[in-house]
């Protein structure tokens, strides 16, 4: 209460003012189902009716400006509530807390349960919809608020009332027409919390209680109160019962199954001869497996992560103990000489292999082991996990039959829990456990001892309590990096305390700065106040950025300079300082698309842009090969793509097609540009805004162009190795090798000053061999004769091993060049196939 | 081919613009010997043309018969083996290379291929020349240690190569390095130089040129030549026989920057500014560098800027700038400028017009 209150108070010092209230809420949008309680309407709130906005919860329109009142404590019990659209002056989560907070229960959709559906205005919408097909009444705000007022003087009538005929009651408080602004008396809001509650659930003499702390105050209350009985499991019927079935039968499947001549029933893909429990921890996975195993009579051998199950030594799996053994085989193989000696007696045991997924750590080989023992095994095995999709359990998972534990319900923990506490004589009521239940995030084991401690300071617990409690000791869930920032962000982001915001901020340190800098624009700052022209929003955007770009020179110095002792001020400065700049509600900057914070763009962008930058290298090697040019990479991109792109789309635009298209490979040929460079070029101009560099050019054109390029590719004079296409080989050599290939007639003809002395004459001496080789359809891959040609193959490397791993292909490439000039058989059957 | 490359001049006799330099290192290399070189001036001045001509002077046609090749090198460094690639242009005479390539290892790269180069040293048959050239480009992106190592290996491997360094900006090559090489400043051409080999290239071409249209291509190209020539070959693939009011097309990543920096007048919003992000993103990622990105934004703002705030926005644009030199992420950098700019103009509209 004094929370909300202070919120109440920071908000209104910031609203200065508020929208003139225009009269009439437009309850006629409301149907007749509302009954005699749409007719009284009050004319109060926003007018803003009709405007139907999905996306986008809307700011209160008099937000703080009403007294949140005290009723008692449970005035709403037993009553159903379910918040629709934005209401008068509350948040939703306000709103929720108060109903909770007075017993009442809040629920998410309209169903025959609810008692009231909380409205300030008619959005339409599925929830109204189906209220008025239910008849479930209409609430608005002041309603409630007067609901909660009138229990304080009158608690119990009220209660009952409110429990028995809540329609009435309802109804009469639309009635009275409330004074707006009724100042309750709120200036001790710890007496009215203290009032006594009525009617809990379970009154139990305090008498009683004491006498039972008396006798088992040693045992902690999980231990007191784990479940005996496989009915007294929470949760998973359906998953228990199949391991219940699974364990019973076991036996009759996979011992006897030779002597009953039955054939493998192992074929049979339902079974498998372990299970895989899997859930998150305290949903009692561990207490079911024991349970069951006693139930059926079996021996229960629990192996968990304290035991070395590491991988056994071949040997004693063959019977032989020794000093490497590990548990698991042994008792496999004791089984089979026991069973092998036809112990009529001897007790049945089962295998529970605990925490699974460690097994990695100090176990090597465990996971490996843990299969083949379950190959071999003649007891069945229980393997328990947390995470069923954890990499490590991959290949465990097809040799067990899963079973995965779902967190219980809250209701179904609650029920557990109130048994407890009735048990312990405790007073609690329903909506303060299932809170509670809420909060360990459906951690039975958690919720249990957390029960137990506070009942060692209080006797009646209630709703605020548990909810001051937990909120500092919450379970520390793994909490996704995209809960993370909506909390942050969230519009009470103000009010998480430090350590909280670096908790958050921290629970995964690379994603949460990437999606608050993604996000951090859409939301509309709580801090910013009233902003008319939106200048202080803009100046805490520059501040946020400015933050942000903190942040990644302090993540520069981490990674780069492993200053990891600046984490945490790298944290604030890339979350924690943004988000308390910023944090407010969240707004849609563009339409359509939901409004939910993005995914970091950062990653995309910067592997698109590594991409791109792989491609223009490839580019840029392949121009410096044509030798007609000397420039390095971002001048290539800045200076000359806007001409390239130039010379390679715009005689296909005006030109007719045969000359156009021997231009442009013309054009290509000279600078050793690719197809794939050409796609590149075209790629990297691409820009949102701009027409599309091939707009405007006729398909037909570019396959032409394509064939052509393919055409010409047989007497190119190829520069770059990676260029040449290999008859064999589909993909470039991997690694790029110095090689200038010129076919002789080429040289001959075309480029002859181009070739340095030294150059002329080895090609000369390679033309003879070369032409021999030609003559044969299939050019031969002679490494010997090869080498003795004098191919620019120069590999100045430091190490020998290197080069001759280099030079193979190499010779390929100059073999297949050379039948390029021949034949050309093999050179266009595998071109042909693309 | 491309004009630019077409008329590039291959040998010092034939450089146009700066024919004083290329005489001074004329008269340099006929000696036998030649000092470390450092070339500096800003982009398309000339630095690359010189040096190719220069090496041709030197050891004839043979160091234009380049081959390129992709360098691997295994280096030892202490308790680990280091695998460096590389793409280097190499004749017989010398190396070209780009050690910032190599990111933050550039330093092995220095001292491997240096102490290599040391290593076989060319054995001409005449005995003419005992040395090799190995020319470094964008020294000024070498990182310090590599810069470090650089001044030491300079000395002590002397005698058997020479280094042509290569940069836009001295101021970010160490003293040291600097002291030790023959500093040739490559001044942007002027406006003047430009027309004339835009005429040299329009005769050769046989081009009619409308009277005046060279010196708007000039006045267009931001003094540098390189671009100019390109730009004037845009012209003819765009449009020929020139007229005299034909627009000069402008490079496509400019345009996309003004059209941001309009984006930006115009309007200051959160809503505005997400949409710029998008921009600059698409800009990030077709490969044009932040820097390049940030200084051209901050030019195209100043044009359409009140004076009084000309200071503080550049101001703030080195200060961003400076940043994003510190930081990795571009992008938070660039966006931080512009989240600044609109607040401070945003402010500023209100101040003055209410």
């Known amino acids: 209460m004094d929370e909300s209150d202070d919120d109440n108070e920071e908000v209104e010092e910031k609203e200065v003012k508020t929208p003139t209230k225009s009269g009439g809420r437009g309850r006629g949008g409301r149907g007749s189902g509302a009954g005699p309680a749409a007719s009284a309407g009050r004319g109060r709130g926003g007018g803003r009716g009709g405007f139907m906005n999905f996306g986008e919860r809307k700011d209160p329109p008099h937000k703080g400006e009403k007294e949140v009142p005290e009723g008692a404590p449970e005035c709403l019990a037993g009553l159903t509530f379910v918040i629709s659209g934005t209401l008068d002056s509350l948040e939703r989560e306000e709103a929720e807390d108060l109903i909770k907070r007075h017993g009442g229960r809040v629920t998410g959709s309209v169903s025959k349960k609810t008692n009231f559906l909380l409205a300030d205005e008619d959005i339409g919408g599925k929830k109204s919809a189906k209220a008025k097909e239910l008849g479930t009444k209409f609430l608005t705000e002041d309603e ?86 496989p009915n007294d499991l929470i949760g998973n019927p359906s998953i228990v019962k199949q391991l219940h079935d699974w364990l019973a039968h076991w036996h009759e499947h996979f011992l006897h199954n030779g002597q009953k001549g039955k054939g493998k029933r192992q074929n049979d893909s339902g079974l498998k001869k372990a299970v895989l429990l899997s859930g998150t921890p305290g949903i009692g996975k561990s207490t079911s497996a024991k349970l069951i195993s006693q139930m059926l009579g079996f021996e229960a051998i629990e192996v968990n992560a304290s035991d070395s199950r590491g991988k056994a030594d071949n040997k004693i799996f063959k019977g032989v103990s020794g000093s490497t053994s590990n548990s698991i085989k042994e008792l496999i193989s004791n089984e089979i000489l026991s069973s092998s000696k036809k112990w009529s007696e001897h007790k049945k045991t089962v295998l529970i292999m605990d925490e699974v997924d460690g097994m990695s750590a100090g176990d090597r080989g465990g996971v490996a082991d843990l299969i083949s023992s379950i190959k071999v095994s003649k007891v069945p095995i229980i393997c328990i996990c947390n995470d069923r999709y954890s990499q490590k359990l991959k290949s465990l998972v097809s040799y067990c039959l899963p079973l995965n534990f779902r967190k219980p319900t809250k209701q179904q923990m609650a029920k557990r829990l109130m048994q407890i506490a009735t048990a312990e004589g405790l007073q609690v009521n329903n909506i303060t456990l299932e809170e509670l239940a809420d909060r360990v995030n459906g951690d039975m084991r958690m919720a249990i001892n957390q029960l137990h401690y506070m009942s060692l300071s209080h006797s009646i ?113 890339s979350c924690i300082i943004p988000a308390a700049l910023m ?4 707004e849609m900057l563009e339409q359509g698309g939901p409004n939910y914070n993005r995914f970091g763009g950062w990653l995309g962008k910067n592997s698109t842009m590594g991409k791109n930058l ?39 635009r005006v030109m007719p097609k045969d000359t156009a298209v021997q231009k442009v490979v013309e054009f290509m040929n000279a600078y050793s540009l690719s197809q794939e ?36 590719s047989k007497t190119r004079v190829v520069r770059a190795p990676d260029l040449i296409n290999l008859p064999g080989i589909k993909k470039a050599p991997k690694k790029r090798i110095a090689a200038i290939l010129e076919p002789v007639d080429a040289v001959d003809s075309g480029l002859p000053e181009e070739n340095g002395n030294g150059l002329v004459e080895s090609d000369e001496e390679n033309s003879s061999e070369a032409d021999e080789i030609s003559g044969e359809a299939e050019p031969k891959l002679d490494l010997q004769s090869d080498k003795s040609k004098g191919i620019q193959v120069q590999l100045d490397l430091k190490t020998d091993g290197k080069s001759k791993a280099k030079k193979a292909p190499a010779n390929k490439s100059r073999a297949s060049g050379s039948s390029e000039k021949g034949g050309q058989s093999s050179g266009r059957g595998g071109k042909r196939k693309r | 081919m491309l004009w630019v490359d ?147 290996t300079m000395e002590k491997y002397s005698a058997s190569c020479r280094l042509i360094l290569c940069c836009n900006s001295s101021s970010k090559v160490t003293e040291a390095v600097r002291s030790r090489c023959l500093n040739i400043r490559v001044n942007a051409p002027t406006n003047d130089q430009i027309v004339k080999v835009l005429e040299f290239i329009g005769k050769k071409e046989g081009l009619q040129l409308p009277a005046g249209f060279a010196a708007r291509i000039a006045n267009h190209s931001n003094r540098s030549l390189r671009r100019a020539v390109l730009a004037f070959e845009t012209c003819k693939v765009q449009q020929y026989p020139f007229t005299v009011d034909q627009g000069i097309p402008p490079l496509d990543w400019e345009q996309y920057v003004s059209e941001i920096a309009s984006d930006i007048i115009n309007e200051q919003s959160p809503k505005r500014l997400f949409l710029v992000r998008g921009k600059l993103y698409e800009l990030l990622v077709n490969c044009i560098p932040p820097q390049i990105i940030l200084k051209k934004l901050l030019s195209e703002l100043l044009k359409k800027l009140d004076s009084e705030l000309k200071h503080e926005i550049c101001h703030w644009a080195a200060y961003y700038e400076h940043r994003m030199c510190l930081g990795q992420k571009a992008i938070f950098h660039i966006e931080a400028f512009v989240a600044k700019f609109m607040s401070i103009y945003k402010g500023f509209l209100i101040a003055t017009f209410g």
């Open chain 1, 677 to 712: 460079d050409f796609d590149t070029i075209m790629e990297l101009s691409k820009f949102k805004t701009h027409p599309n560099p091939l707009e405007g050019i006729q398909p037909t054109l570019k396959a032409a162009l394509t064939r052509e390029y393919k055409e010409a």
């Open chain 2, 6 to 152: 077409k008329y590039r001049p291959r040998t010092l006799d034939k450089v146009i613009v700066h024919d004083d330099i290329a005489s001074n290192l004329k008269k340099l290399v006929s000696e036998q010997d030649c000092p470390h070189l450092l070339f500096y001036g800003p982009p398309g001045s000339g630095k690359k043309t010189l040096i190719m001509a220069l090496l041709k002077q030197m050891f004839g046609p043979g160091a234009e018969k380049v081959k390129m090749e992709n360098k691997a090198w295994k280096i030892d460094a202490g308790s680990r083996t280091i695998e460096l690639e590389l793409t280097t242009l190499s004749s017989t005479h010398h190396v070209e290379l780009n050690p910032s390539d190599a990111g933050f290892q550039d330093r092995y790269i220095v001292q491997e291929i240096i102490k290599e180069m040391a290593k076989n040293r060319p054995i001409d048959t005449k005995g003419k020349k005992g040395f090799k050239v190995l020319v470094l480009n964008e020294v000024d992106k070498l990182s310090r240690e590599a810069q470090h190592s650089l001044r030491r």
């Open chain 1, 144 to 229: 409630l608020f007067d609901m909660i007022r009138k229990s304080k003087p009158a608690k119990a009538p009220v209660k009952e009332d409110l429990t028995k005929k809540h329609e009435e009651k309802a109804n009469k408080s639309h009635m009275k027409s409330s004074p707006m602004k009724v100042k309750v008396e709120d200036d001790q809001p710890g007496t009215a919390r203290k009032t006594p509650v009525k009617s809990a659930p379970s009154n139990v003499s305090l008498s009683k209680r004491k006498a039972q702390i008396g006798e088992g105050s040693s045992l902690t209350w999980t231990e007191k109160y784990r479940p005996k009985v």
């Open chain 1, 583 to 586: 944090h407010g509600n969240r």
């Open chain 1, 461 to 573: 617990i209630n709703y605020d309590d548990i909810r001051a409690r937990l909120l500092s000791s919450a379970k520390d869930e793994d909490i996704s990096p995209f809960a993370a920032v909506d909390k942050l962000f969230g519009f009470n982001g103000g009010k998480l305390r430090m350590d909280e915001r670096i908790d958050l901020s921290m629970s995964d340190p690379d994603l949460v700065p990437l999606i608050i800098q993604e996000n951090y624009i859409n939301y509309r700052p709580v801090s910013a106040g009233k902003d008319e022209n939106g200048v202080k929003r803009l100046n805490l955007l520059a501040q946020t950025a400015e933050s942000i770009a903190d942040g990644d020179i302090v993540n520069v110095q981490i990674r780069r300079y492993r200053q990891w002792q600046l984490s945490q001020a790298g944290s604030l400065a």
């Open chain 1, 614 to 652: 792989r491609l223009l290298e490839d580019a840029h090697v392949h121009i410096l090969a044509s030798q007609a040019s000397n420039i390095d990479r971002v001048t290539l991109r800045i200076d000359y793509f806007t001409l390239l792109l130039k010379q390679l789309t715009e005689p296909l």
